[in-house]
Each structure stands twice: as C-alpha cells, then as structure tokens.
DNA sequence: CGGAACGGTCCCATCATATGGAACAGCCGG
DNA sequence: CCGGCTGTTCCATATGATGGGACCGTTCCG
C-alpha cells in the first residue's frame, strides 16, 4: 500500500492543531519535521482554507474548510441530524447532557452532544475519541460484536479512574450484563465525576451501528434516581430510532 | 508563496466528495486527474481516516477524522457549545429551527443547527455556505460593517429566488432598515419555501462576529406571527450572549 | 454461459516536485 | 541596540509523486 508522504505529514499537522492552536516551530517540534517544510505544508493548508493563521506571521489553527468537510461525513452527519430532536428530548427528560458516538477502531468517536444550560456542566467531548473498555458507550459496542470484543480484551485496558475495568474478566463480566440489559451504564470509570447510561442505535437488520447516551456529573447523575430505570428510558428511546 | 501539490489535489478530491460519495473514476473525471493518482490520493486518505470506502472495492465517502478534526475548529467549535443551550430555548420558543453562522470572505457559513422533530422540517445547513446578500444573517453581518458590505454591493449579486435582492440599491435600503432595527427578516429570498429570521452575536467590544438565526418553511412561518416581534425576541436572546 | 465493458488497484521507469539546510527578515524583551 | 526568538524564502538535490498501461474482479447483456 502506497501512501503519499506530503498528504501524511499534513494531516499530522491537522492533528496535531487539533490538540490546540501552536506556531510554526511548535508543530515541528511536535511532529518531528524542519520547519522549513510545516512552513511550506502550512501555507498550503492554509490557501485551502484548511487551517488559518490568528493573526499574521502568528499561530496556526483549524479552519472552517473542516468544518464544511465534515458536514459531508455522511456517517456522521445524516446520524446527527436524525437524532439531534432525540437527544434534545433525552435531556429534557433527564435534564443531563445526551449524546451519539460511534466505533472507530477500538475507540469510540463522539459525535454530538446536547448540553443542558446549567450551573454545573459537563465538558463537550464533541470529536474526542474515548478507548471502549472505559465507557458505557463502548460496552456497547463491544456486547454486540463479538469478534470486536475479543481484539478489545487482547489489547492493554489502560485504566482512567481507579474503577475503569482493567482485567478480561471484569469486562467479560460487565458485557454479558449489557447484553442481558440491553443498556449499559457505569460510575466514574472514564472520569472521576462523571457518570454515564448508554445503549445501541439499531440498523434495521439488527446490528448496532452506534451508541446514545446520557451523562452528567457525579454529584447529581444519577442521584437518586435507579441507574437501570434510566437505562431502560434511553434504551426505549434509542429503540425508536432507526439508523440505516 | 509555494504550495505543495498533492495536498492541493487531495483536498480536491474531498471537496469533491463533500458533494457526495463517489468511485474513483468519477472523481477522477471531477478532478480531471488520471484514476491512477487518484486511486492513491485515495488509498492514502483512506489510511489517515479522512475518506473511507463504503464497500471493498466500492465508493468512497468523507471520514470519520474531518469530524474529529473539524470539533478542534476554534471558530466553530467553541461557539457551537456556547450557542447550543440558546438554540434549543429559542426553537423551543419558536418551535422551528434555530441555527448560527459566521461570514466567510463574502458568504456565510453555518455552523450549527437544532431542528425540533416535525412533520415539515427545513433540511440541516450545518456546513454549508451562502452568499450574504441572499439571507438575513449575511444582512446582519453586512450592516454592522460598512467595508465588508461595500465589497458584496460590488460583486455579482445572484438571484436565488425571485425575491432575492440583486440590485445595490435594494440592498442598502434593507441594511439601513437591518441597522436601524438591529434583526433582518427575509421571505422566500433564499430558497422559495424558507423564511427566516436573524440576529447579530456580538463579542464584548461590540463587533458583530457571528449570527444567530431561526428560520422555517414559509407555510407556517412567521404564520400569523408578527415578524418584527420575532425579530425583537431573535435579538434579545442574542443579546444575551457574549462571545469572545 | 461467454465476453465485453465497466469498476478499482498495482507496477515501474521518468522526471517533476517536495524536501530541508541555511540565509533572511521581523518582532520582542532586556 | 543587540541577542534570541519567531516565521518565511531560497535553491541545489534526489526523493518521492506521477501517470500510462497492465491487471484483476464484477456486473451486465447478448
């Protein structure tokens, strides 16, 4: 498989913006290339609207040319726009942040959330890329795809929090619950303050092709009120929805 | 300035895709690029997640990475999360969709867009760019800056519909009335079936940097609903939001 | 069932083109 | 006013992108 280097180091520009705005020497420094050639890869990323310099012989960011791409993502646009009134209904019934992902690889991609107003919120994790075995969402995931399943369980369970499942057993554990509910739902494993409730967005063959959930902070989700009710509301939810 | 290139072509080749999935031969002749180039744009997009291929062997579509990427926009991003929470208030209060833009050269470029399930929705522009003298939002941003709306007033003004304003001298008239009210309303100017609504969102020094907006179709929107009160209940959400 | 007409991928000789070291220019803070 | 820091430009070099054509798999039609 033949790949076109420029096209590799540019996007390894892009990502590296992608973790926050830097200059020139900075991203050189970060991948690991003569600034005399991110200088040359950045005007051209540049031109093409694909990153925009802050203020001139300034920092680099992202541009708006992403932004108008990724509206073309068909996976994932079509999905956010098809469920967007659902999440907007989630969080009104929980009054907590819902929102989609989808696998990609061993990770899951979150691909929109809808955050109540409130004083205490928790952070966008919009385009963020979150490795399965630490959320609910990728339980998910992982409970209805076998195969995937096992890869995940081969592969190193980072932990995130000191209750993120680490061992094969304690995940095999936790999926064939999942299974059995249909939903998932997890304390503070990703993040110490965070709770969340997930469960699958069908394709109308049966498969699960991505994950709707809701999250909140651990002070208040779920409260008092009972995980495996919560569960089931987005589970019955997420059954309405029908992805193709 | 020098450009490299392949990474002009390969954002040729997305671009193309971001006007829908297709096979190599087809961008090949969009492009006017040999398949062969093309195949390995392609292959090497394809690696770095920014295309996929629907089917081995079969079309390519725009990938998961632009999103991943696009949620790193600056501009974008960080309004999005901040707008979000008042897009749901005002098309709860409307009960049509709320959206924002930010100009782009001489279009505006929307950004975001919450649309409450309905029978008749008006489709997701999220990522899609429209001149400014065509809709309320480009009015707003063309009235609160004299520089910008001397060049539109002086480049081709196309018609989209039958109401589209396509003289100078229409158009100044509306932005003195735009200016004077502080929202733009427009029927069917754009697209023959949408109305629409629109306010500025100002950063702390005042200057207008992106718009608010509500629009629907034009059978039931504004309905019997008074436009300037819209307008005023458009403004006064906007109003209360400070970007920086 | 055969074969023609697509589709996408791969190969490899050719040379256009990306490369990167070094020199240059602009900006700040001391 | 200078030293150290930016980002940008230059240009000789050879790396690496290129594209015509061969190849292979499907589909469609005779």
Redesign the interface.
Known sequence: ????Q???R??AV??S?????AGVSEIAERVALPKSTVS??L???E??G?VEQVSAGGEY?????????????????SL??LT???L??LSRLTGEAAGIS?P?GTDM?Y?DQ????SELKVR?W????IPMHAVPSGHIMLAFNDQLAERVIKSPLPPFTPHTLTTATALRQRLKVVRGAGYAWALREFAPEMNSVAAGLRATDGTVLAVLHVYGPASRFPGDRDPDELGALVKSMADKIRID
């Open positions: 498989m033949t790949t076109v420029s096209i590799d540019a996007f892009l990502r913006l992608a973790s926050g705005p040359r890869l005007s051209t990323l031109e093409l694909a960011r992202i541009g708006w040319t992403m932004i108008e791409l990724s509206a073309a993502a068909r996976p994932g646009r956010i726009s967007r009134p659902h907007a209904e989808i990609d991609l691909l809808l955050t109540p107003d966008d919009t385009g963020h890329r």
